[in-house]
Structure formats: structure tokens, C-alpha cells
T-cell receptor, first 112, second 113 residues
Framework: DVKVTQSSRYLVKRTGEKVFLECVQD?????MFWYRQDPGLGLRLIYF???????EKGDIPEGYSVSREKKERFSLILESASTNQTSMYLC???????????FGQGTRLTVV | GESVGLHLPTLSVQEGDNSIINCAYS??????FIWYKQESGKGPQFIID?????DKRQGQRVTVLLNKTVKHLSLQIAATQPGDSAVYFC????????????FGKGTLLTVNP
């Protein structure tokens, strides 16, 4: 069974902390994505990566960075967490164009 | 449909009825579309997809219709069951070599027993 695994289901962090959200996929997919999900706003793309060490900004990259050192792992970094980054974060991977994306179970991050 | 402010469009149906969930997409160059189901506390799950060279595709109890003229996508669920209660999202791939999927804001489906 295909799997996208996010390292934490729930996280609580303090304002100003550096936060790492980790995502691992076991499908040997080229493309990985980080979305955030907020009520009434749907899923918004933060960053995506189409190959190891390659990344592209999505629609809302401000305040975030990413790292893809290995094909199976894609990390989202909040350099200095702020309360407006409280959200549900979803990682996804997909192999190619015109194929589905597989999602992890989500990380609910609360910044206090 | 589109959401206004923080309010998610909702659809409430009786168990056993058919459900139709609609989605308007934005990019006329989009060539691939997916419907996802998201249950509370879980990540989105794939339901069905359709390419732009088709106007209809059927799965088990689900049918997706694509109308490129008006940029409209719909998901029909036959004999809706309580387990179908979830938020449903459409997603579009904008074509070319762009791997990005753009999601709609979602519709909440509630199935009453």
C-alpha cells in the first residue's frame, strides 16, 4: 500500500521557534508538495519539489522554506514561527503529470 | 460552488439519495482533474480523475462529468451512504509541464440516516 507519512499529527510551538515538519514517501515519486489547509480557504500550495535538491515556490511561500536532500524526504521549515502559521499542514507526492497525488495524514500545528 | 469568506458550501442529503457536488475551475488550459474526499482528521483521499479529452468517467458509485465550455466539473455519488459524509475537493492540473495541483475550497457533504 502506498504511503506518505508525516512525522507528527499534532505540534504546539512557541512564537519565534524554528519548526521542522517532516514528510516521507515510499513510492519513489519524483514530485513532493507542502500545502496548508485553513477553514474556508481550501488547500494552498506552499512549496513543491520536482527532484532532489530542486524546489519551487507555490502560492504562499512567505515565512517558509523547504529541504529535499533525499528523494523520499521533503521537509518544511518555519524559520521563526508566528501565530498566523497555526494551521493544518499536508504533504503530498505524485509520480508524474496526469496522475493522482497521495497525501499524508496531516500535521496540525499550533503556534502560541 | 465557491465559498464566501470562511463558510464552506454544504450539501445535505438523505441516505440512499444521489448527490451532486459541483466545482468551477479557473484555468482553461487545465488538462487533468481529480476529486478528493477528506474525512475529519485525515488527509485527502483520491476518489476519481478525468483527463480533458473526456467528458465523463465512471467509478464505483461515482461519476465525474467535465464541461470544458463552461469550465465546470461535477461529482455524482449514487445511493449516498453515511460513510460518504466528508469534505470533497476538486483539483486541477494546469497543463504543460507544470506539476502543480490547484484545489478548490471544498464542499461539505452531510448524509442524514
Amino acid at each position: 500500500d502506498v504511503k506518505v507519512t508525516q512525522s507528527s499529527r499534532y505540534l504546539v510551538k512557541r512564537t519565534g521557534e524554528k519548526v521542522f515538519l517532516e514528510c516521507v514517501q515510499d513510492m519513489d515519486h519524483e514530485n513532493m508538495f507542502w500545502y496548508r489547509q485553513d477553514p474556508g480557504l481550501g488547500l494552498r500550495l506552499i512549496y513543491f519539489s520536482y527532484d532532489v535538491k530542486m524546489k519551487e515556490k507555490g502560492d504562499i511561500p512567505e515565512g517558509y522554506s523547504v529541504s529535499r536532500e533525499k528523494k523520499e524526504r521533503f521537509s518544511l521549515i518555519l524559520e521563526s514561527a508566528s501565530t498566523n502559521q497555526t494551521s493544518m499542514y499536508l504533504c503530498a507526492s505524485r509520480q508524474a503529470l496526469n496522475t493522482e497525488a497521495f497525501f499524508g495524514q496531516g500535521t496540525r500545528l499550533t503556534v502560541v | 460552488g465557491e465559498s464566501v469568506g470562511l463558510h464552506l458550501p454544504t450539501l445535505s442529503v438523505q441516505e440512499g439519495d444521489n448527490s451532486i457536488i459541483n466545482c468551477a475551475y479557473s484555468n482553461s488550459a487545465s488538462d487533468y482533474f481529480i476529486w478528493y474526499k477528506q474525512e475529519s482528521g485525515k488527509g485527502p483521499q483520491f476518489i476519481i480523475d478525468i483527463r480533458s479529452n473526456m467528458d465523463k468517467r465512471q467509478g464505483q458509485r461515482v461519476t465525474v462529468l467535465l464541461n470544458k465550455t463552461v469550465k465546470h466539473l461535477s461529482l455524482q455519488i449514487a445511493a449516498t451512504q453515511p460513510g460518504d459524509s466528508a469534505v470533497y475537493f476538486c483539483a486541477e492540473n494546469s497543463g504543460g509541464s507544470n506539476y502543480k495541483l490547484t484545489f478548490g475550497k471544498g464542499t461539505l457533504l452531510t448524509v442524514n440516516p
